[in-house]
């Protein structure tokens, strides 16, 4: 039972990056994945969350306008696309799933995949 989330790299600011988080042993069907960021010398936030349950999404209100989530239900990924992106950006970014309601909160979920890093740098 593991997430594994990819696709961080090096993006010019006004860039675009999508993001993925792979779930294996286990079905997003009944759980929640969300997404963490941790910039540089600040605290873990929560970006998205989308309810493997009913679809239903919830987002930071500071990204909304430059991020969308989705779920590609046969391969049981979840990807976040970013826009419009921005130095502040960047940071190493994390996948976590719960089996709750859809959540920013990262003490309400229980399973967290490892890091990608986000550079947002001309």
């Known amino acids: 039972v593991q997430l594994q989330a990819s696709g961080g790299g090096l993006v010019q600011p006004g860039g675009s990056l999508r993001l993925s988080c792979a779930a294996s042993?286990?079905?997003?069907?009944?759980?929640?994945l969300v997404w963490f960021r941790q910039a540089p010398g600040k605290g873990l936030e929560g970006t998205s969350c989308?309810?493997?349950?009913?679809?239903?999404?919830l987002y930071r209100d500071s990204l909304k306008g430059r991020l969308t989530i989705s779920r590609d239900n046969f391969e049981n990924r979840v990807y976040p696309q970013m826009n419009s992106l921005k130095p502040e950006d960047t940071a190493v970014y994390y996948c976590?799933?719960?089996?709750?309601?859809?959540?920013?909160?990262?003490?309400?979920?229980?399973?967290w995949g490892q890091g990608t890093l986000v550079t947002v740098s001309s």
């Open positions: 976590a799933t719960g089996t709750g309601w859809c959540t920013l909160w990262p003490d309400q979920v229980a399973l």
């Open positions: 989308i309810d493997g349950k009913d679809g239903s999404k």
């Open positions: 042993g286990f079905s997003l069907d009944n759980h929640v």
